[in-house]
Every structure is written in C-alpha cells, then in structure tokens.
C-alpha cells in the first residue's frame, strides 16, 4: 500500500547508458518532484511538477529529462550516465497549497 | 516493512517556547538516523545520528537517538517564527543508503 514508489530501487550502470527512473504515487496529489542526495545528505531539488506542467526546473543537465504521463506519475530519463551522476534519487509528492510532502525511498544509482 | 513514525503531527507555539519533536522507528537494518527541514523547496539536513546517546547541537537545535527504545527527538529552544517549518525524520536503513521517512511534524510559531 505503498504512497510514493520508485522503481527500481538499485540501479548499476555504465557511463554513457540511457537510464530512466519510474516514480508512482497513489495519494491523489498534484504535485511531484524528484531530488538528488549528495555525499553530504543534503536534498536538492532537481525538478517539480504540478499536474503534469513543470514548475521547478533546477539547475540540472539537460541530460537529465523528467516526464509526466500523468498527475501520479513523474519518471526521470537521464542520458549519457557519468559517474558523477551516482547518487541516490528521491521522488515525492504533495498537494498544492499544502506543504506536506511524502517521499518514496529512493533509488541507489551507481555509475560505473 | 520499514517504517519511520513521527509526533506530533503539527504543533502550533508562540515564540520563545521550548518544543520537542519526536520520531521512532522500526527497521530491519539501522545504519543512521537523519532529520531535515522542509521549507519551501528541498528539504534542509539539519542532523545525522548514529550513535546512542550523543546529543548533536546546532545553535537552538539538538537532537538526540536512544537505539535502545528506538527513537530520536529533537528539541528547538527560544522558537522563532523563522522555525515554522515541516521537521522530517528519516532513517537509513544500510548500505544502499536509501531513506525511510516519517510523515514530517508541522511546526507553526506564532509571534
């Protein structure tokens, strides 16, 4: 019964592959985001979504592409993986005008 | 299933007061347990506990786990409206260094 799911939950790869990372949230919320942990555990927002329209778009390489199927669904495709890429990637989610947002658990990308 | 519970859900003081935030847990694997405040945008890392019984300090915030009873709290002393915040716990849970989070704690100071 999870909220928030990514998919998958490990991710190893070689520099240079395409990958795509699927974010789901059944909580009925119109608001989506995806954040990268650094080395340091801090969070940084890396784009925002609210009702398939991007709200949030940080400063992030364009190899990384974030799309919107739907309101529950907000998917990371990054191209041309580098090794500075490895991290761990969060989605969440929240409903406008609320500042309550629920994390799914992350998903470990390794580049090698 | 892994999963980080944390209290109150809100909390509503004036400033100046002393609050506690609490946030337990229960997981299969332990590594460390990480509290944050959410504003606006991305959450902000406030502490990163591993061991029993130290207590992490920054300025009016500290923050201490007892993993014996599983749990950590983290105290806000002289509260400024500038605190008025979602507080969120979260637990990794081992190598892969992935999160389980709590559902936050709404802190509203008031002046």
């Known amino acids: 019964d999870t909220a928030v799911s990514q998919t998958p939950k490990y991710l190893v790869t070689q520099m240079g592959n395409d990958k795509s990372i699927k974010c789901e949230q059944n909580?009925?919320?119109?608001?989506m985001y995806w954040y990268k942990q650094d080395s340091k555990k801090f969070l940084k927002i890396m784009f925002s979504?609210?009702?398939?329209?991007?709200?949030i778009n940080e400063t992030v390489p364009n190899r990384f592409s974030p799309k919107s199927p739907d309101k529950a669904h907000l998917n990371l495709h990054i191209n041309s993986l580098e090794l500075g890429d490895s991290a761990v990637y969060f989605c969440?989610?929240?409903?406008?005008?609320?500042?309550?947002?629920?994390f799914g658990q992350g998903t470990r990308l390794t580049v090698v | 299933e892994d999963k980080v519970v944390q209290s109150p859900l809100s909390l509503v003081v004036h400033e100046g007061d002393t609050v506690t935030l609490n946030c337990s847990y229960e997981?299969?694997?332990?590594?460390?347990l990480l509290w944050y405040k959410q504003e606006k945008k991305a959450p902000t890392f406030l502490f990163m506990l591993?061991?029993?019984?130290i207590e992490k300090k920054s300025g009016r915030l500290s923050s201490i786990l007892d993993k014996k009873e599983l749990f950590s709290i983290l105290n806000i002393t002289a509260t400024q409206t500038g605190d008025s915040a979602i507080y969120l716990c979260?637990?990794?849970?081992?190598?892969?260094?992935?999160?389980?989070f709590g559902k936050g704690t709404k802190l509203t100071v008031n002046p």
């Open positions: 997981v299969t694997n332990f590594r460390s």
């Open positions: 591993t061991s029993s019984g």
């Open positions: 909580l009925g919320h119109d608001t």
């Open positions: 969440a989610s929240s409903q406008q005008g609320k500042d309550e947002a629920f």
């Open positions: 979504y609210n009702n398939k329209e991007l709200i």
């Open positions: 979260a637990v990794d849970t081992g190598g892969s260094e992935k999160l389980v």
